[in-house]
T-cell receptor, first 115, second 115 residues
């Protein structure tokens, strides 16, 4: 079983619709959860972080975390063609403790927004 | 503020040769991470520096890989001798403080091809 699992896609969503990206993780003690966006040939860019159960909203993006189900998701509202990219889910074991801060990534979901 | 920079952007070498990758983190960032993405796989952690000290090198695949961060500024990752399976994209990331809650800013990566 992979430590962080994502559907590789591609996921195609019409412009203006909601894109829903999902991620599950295997290590129950994971504390910090991140969504990175990566355009082709570019560096991964952090778009959302979440540490507590529930929803966290930032503009058109909402991250959802359910630690009991070991599940984290990213919703993109009013999808735009510029949202077309690969979205990487990443998990860290630490929240407040120094050390062991490596990120464990999923393989990413390729999202295409259709105009 | 300049982002994380990596050099070279691409490197093509033959099996058995040596290659040195360089990463310049964001100025003032004590934490520096190396990651690698092999074709078709997820981004995987290699090691973590805090200033010039190796905090975690559990992801280093074998002793052909040597990472240094003299003076706590830029870092180098040397592969000697390179093998075919070392091909991939090597990412460097930096963050300003510990605790797993700080953003890791990624560089654009070095694409290494071993022939």
């Amino acid at each position: 079983q992979k430590e962080v699992e994502q559907n590789s896609g591609p996921l195609s969503v019409p412009e203006g619709a909601i894109a829903s990206l999902n991620c599950t993780y295997s290590d129950r003690v994971s504390q910090s959860f991140f969504w990175y966006r990566q355009y082709s040939g570019k560096s991964p860019e952090l778009i959302m972080s979440i540490y507590s159960n529930g929803d966290k909203e930032d503009g058109r993006f909402t991250a959802q975390l359910n630690k009991a189900s070991q599940y984290v998701s990213l919703l993109i509202r009013d999808s735009q063609p510029s949202d077309s990219a690969t979205y990487l889910c990443a998990v860290s074991l630490t929240k407040f403790n120094f050390g062991n801060e490596k990120l464990t990534f999923g393989t990413g979901t390729r999202l295409t927004i259709i105009p | 503020e300049a982002g994380v920079t990596q050099f070279p952007s691409h490197s093509v070498i033959e099996k058995g040769q040596t290659v040195t990758l360089r990463c310049d983190p964001i100025s003032g960032h004590d934490n520096l991470y190396w990651y690698r993405r092999v074709m078709g796989k997820e981004i995987k952690f290699l090691l973590h520096f805090v200033k010039e000290s190796k905090q975690d090198e559990s992801g280093m695949p074998n002793n052909r890989f040597l990472a240094e961060r003299t003076g706590g500024t830029y870092s180098t990752l040397k592969v000697q001798p390179a093998e075919l399976e070392d091909s991939g994209v090597y990412f460097c990331a930096s963050s300003s403080a510990g605790g797993g809650t700080d953003t890791q800013y990624f560089g654009p990566g070095t694409r290494l091809t071993v022939l």
